[in-house]
């Protein structure tokens, strides 16, 4: 299945960037560690949670703390994030902020499988119903058998970690089935969240000496109130494959990738601009591998650099006209509204506020490097024997159709003309044969 290549070209970037992880949380029983979960729940993302559950399990920590802010992500990460939280051996806490804040699609399985969660005013969480780019139902677009299917399997998800958790399992189906979406009070009326905390602080303060029950059902009671906060911050891989994972990048880098390309085969030799597009094309081919895109979209967007480079040679402006459009249009469709493996917002797609403008930039330099091609292709050769053609100079003796001497360009030829030309008369080329020039004598 696709969603299963994304995972496997996630991991692939782990594993190259492998050797280069974030450091190992401190041996102390005196502290909570601390990560962060902002953005998109991507392979790099995912991998980050699980190495923070056991990195505080392996230092010694308290409790780990989650800040939670997400539209939702890849459904197979998310998976490996539940599993190395219910099979944690430290209290897994989980807070939903700050305000403005949302847990929302993918995020309310993570949610769901803390031991404590807890929300800030002003935040939601829920909204975990497949929806395409446009927020139209996967069943109306995506076929009905594939949809149920879908559905079904997150469906018993939720319910799975909800019970688990001792949570609300019908809303938590709801959620699935009917976009079911709450805000930090109402989720706690229904049993979805625990607590509402304006702050990581009065989070940690307020379930001091809760007891929770962690993996191999061990009873802990918690002690965060006088806890040390220590931050675990993601390996150089997992940041990697967190920053690629971006529709706009993936665009972004398709555009400089097409830009550089375009002044390279314009000015041979710069290297630079070549050297530029050829590593941004590769780090976009690698990004799409770790989204929800649709190939389809990728050819026209290569049809569309294909088409601007072909604009170089031919000039006509058509095709550079054709290749924006294309362009423009596989960033319209770039974002796979029916994708089984992700659960995500229908705002994760590529905005407008960047198609446009960055296509309409590109087009504009493209433009304005065919018009400056074509003004040199127009200008009259300057070196080689056609550009001795026009040239004036002047006869050293004279010049007849048998041959004689002119001094043109700085140096001195051979030369015949059809008319006897006299000595120190002025001289202008008229056609070049090997070493021997075909002069007449200039009008004055």
């Known amino acids: 299945m696709r969603w299963r290549r994304h995972v496997l070209w996630g991991w692939l970037l782990v594993f190259l960037f492998g050797g280069l992880a974030a450091p190992a949380a401190p041996t102390s029983p005196s502290?909570?560690?601390?990560?962060?979960?902002?953005?998109?729940?991507d392979t790099g993302l995912g991998a980050y949670l699980a190495d923070c559950v056991e990195r505080a399990e392996d230092g010694g920590a308290s409790a780990l703390l989650v800040t939670l802010d997400t539209p939702g992500g890849s459904l197979e990460a998310t998976r490996a994030v539940v599993r190395a939280f219910l099979g944690s051996r430290v209290p897994v806490l989980v807070w939903v902020g700050p305000s403005g804040a949302r847990a929302g699609s993918a995020g309310l399985f993570i949610a769901l499988a803390s031991n404590v969660s807890a929300m800030a005013p002003g935040t939601n969480i829920g909204a975990a119903h497949p929806v395409g780019w446009g927020g139209e139902d996967v069943?109306?677009?995506?076929?009905?058998?594939?949809?149920?299917?879908?559905?079904?399997?997150?469906?018993?998800f939720a319910e799975g970690i909800a019970r688990q958790r001792?949570?609300?399992?019908?809303?938590?189906?709801?959620?699935?089935?009917?976009?079911?979406?709450?805000?930090?009070?109402?989720?706690?009326?229904?049993?979805?969240?625990?607590?509402?905390?304006?702050?990581?602080?009065?989070?940690?303060?307020?379930?001091?000496?809760?007891?929770?029950?962690?993996?191999?059902?061990?009873?802990?009671?918690l002690a965060t109130r006088?806890?040390?906060?220590?931050?675990?911050?993601?390996?150089l891989s997992q940041r990697v494959v967190?920053?690629?994972?971006?529709?706009?990048?993936?665009?972004?880098?398709?555009?400089?990738?097409?830009?550089?390309?375009?002044?390279?085969?314009?000015?041979?030799?710069?290297?630079?601009?070549?050297?530029?597009?050829?590593v941004a094309l590769v780090l976009a081919l690698m990004a799409s591998a770790t989204l929800p895109v649709r190939s389809g979209a990728l050819v026209l967007m290569l049809a569309g650099v294909g088409l601007i480079i072909a604009e170089l040679f031919v000039t006509s402006g058509l095709l550079g006209a054709a290749g924006v459009?294309?362009?423009?249009?596989?960033?319209?469709?770039?974002?796979?509204?029916?994708?089984?493996?992700?659960?995500?917002?229908?705002s994760f797609r590529l905005p407008w506020g960047v198609l446009l403008p960055s296509a309409l930039v590109l087009a504009g330099t493209a433009a304005f490097?065919?018009?400056?091609?074509?003004?040199?292709?127009?200008?009259?050769?300057?070196?080689?024997?056609?550009?001795?053609?026009?040239?004036?100079?002047?006869?050293?003796?004279?010049?007849?159709p048998s041959g004689g001497e002119v001094f043109v360009h700085g140096e001195r030829w051979r030369a015949v003309s059809f008319t006897p030309i006299r000595e120190g008369a002025r001289v202008v080329v008229r056609a070049v044969e090997g070493l021997t020039l075909t002069v007449a004598e200039s009008m004055p």
């Open 31 to 41: 502290f909570v560690a601390r990560c962060e979960l902002d953005g998109v729940v």
């Open 139 to 156: 069943e109306q677009g995506g076929g009905g058998q594939l949809a149920r299917k879908v559905e079904n399997d997150t469906v018993a």
């Open 166 to 221: 001792g949570r609300n399992p019908e809303w938590a189906a709801s959620a699935v089935r009917d976009s079911a979406s709450a805000p930090a009070d109402r989720a706690v009326e229904l049993g979805v969240v625990e607590l509402i905390a304006p702050t990581e602080a009065a989070f940690l303060a307020s379930v001091d000496g809760h007891r929770v029950e962690v993996a191999g059902g061990d009873t802990v009671t």
């Open 226 to 235: 006088e806890a040390r906060v220590v931050s675990l911050e993601p390996g």
């Open 242 to 278: 967190h920053a690629l994972a971006q529709p706009s990048l993936v665009y972004l880098l398709f555009l400089v990738a097409a830009l550089g390309l375009v002044v390279e085969l314009s000015h041979p030799g710069a290297v630079a601009p070549g050297l530029t597009g050829g």
């Open 325 to 346: 459009g294309l362009l423009i249009l596989g960033g319209v469709f770039l974002v796979d509204r029916f994708e089984p493996g992700w659960f995500v917002e229908p």
């Open 369 to 400: 490097v065919a018009y400056r091609g074509a003004q040199t292709r127009r200008l009259p050769q300057r070196g080689g024997d056609a550009g001795l053609i026009g040239e004036s100079g002047t006869a050293l003796g004279p010049v007849t």
